[in-house]
């Protein structure tokens, strides 16, 4: 009995497993023109998240349409979490809602062909595609072979959508530069006690002019 409860539950969870596979590794084959939904939760780990980059608090909820146009994927959807991050003002972790669109699309490697490559078609093609102007607001990506990799896409639009600035709210005080004291706890003694320190000139100014 035991072995096969342990067979069962490996069976659930591999099947678990490449379900998400199939949600970050789509194949091509798959996509159409008339689209392809794609919708699961997905880890930091399935995303090879670095801990610099960003932490997550339980997985992402991600919901993609892929279109495929004439060798080009056309990925968009949402992506929803919640991040925890570090306040730059105060050093506390905070947890903060995740939510941004994702617009990309994918194109199809070019590999350089081995050898001379003969195109002898008659006619010279106009260079318009050679130099197309980055015009596109979508993100380029590449695939290659039979399928998409959306995992580093995925990684690379959630660390673009993080602030550079976190704050644990708008009017965080953060930290006493000179005891370290979180001042969202309260003041600290330091107002009271250097003598000709930046801010006791200051107030002093200050009363001047009272
Ligand atoms: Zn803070
Ligand atoms: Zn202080």
Not at 90 to 105: M, Q
Request: glycine content about 8%.
């Amino acid at each position: 009995m035991k072995g096969n409860r342990a067979v069962i539950m490996r069976w659930v969870s591999s099947a678990t497993l490449e379900m998400t596979m199939d949600l970050l590794t789509p194949k091509i084959a798959d996509i159409t023109g008339e689209g392809l939904s794609l919708s699961g939760d997905v880890t930091a780990e399935e995303l090879e998240l670095d801990e610099a980059d960003a932490v997550l608090r339980g997985p992402l909820a991600v919901g993609l349409d892929l279109r495929a146009v004439e060798g080009t994927v056309c990925v968009t959807g949402v992506v929803e979490g919640t991040a925890v991050r570090e306040c730059v003002r105060c050093l506390k972790d905070f947890e903060e809602p995740i939510a941004f669109s994702v617009r990309v699309a994918y194109e199809r490697e070019v590999k350089a062909a081995p050898g001379p490559v003969r195109r002898d078609d008659g006619r010279k093609k106009p260079a318009v595609a050679e130099d197309a102007p980055e015009e596109l607001n979508d993100d380029i990506y590449h695939y290659a072979g039979d399928h998409l990799e959306l995992a580093p896409m995925l990684r690379e639009q959630l660390i673009l959508a993080a602030p550079m600035h976190p704050l644990c709210k708008d009017e965080c005080l953060g930290l006493c530069p000179h005891c370290g004291k979180d001042l969202n706890e309260g003041p600290c003694q330091c107002a009271d006690e250097p003598a000709g320190g930046p801010f006791q000139v200051l107030r002093k100014l200050k009363q001047k002019h009272e």
